[in-house]
């Protein structure tokens, strides 16, 4: 899904993790006008060296540019 799709969202929440775990992270990709969840990580750290080893390990590479 990830490959096939150009536009993404990121996203990450605090409240709704076990207390041992920082943020849950998602990615999701547009499909037919449609957010579809892709990736969900629990997270024990909430920095960028974490957030690159998500986006590697999920075959995700390239020069992402924010969208406004």
Request: hydrophobic share 40%.
């Amino acid at each position: 899904l990830m490959a096939t799709r150009r536009t993404w969202a990121l996203d990450g929440t605090f409240k709704v993790v076990p207390q041992w775990y920082q943020k849950l992270f998602t990615i999701h990709a547009f499909l037919a006008g449609k957010l579809v969840p892709a990736v969900y990580c629990l997270c024990t750290d909430k920095d960028i060296p974490t957030y690159g080893f998500i986006l590697s390990k999920s075959g995700i590479t390239g020069n992402p540019q924010r969208q406004s």
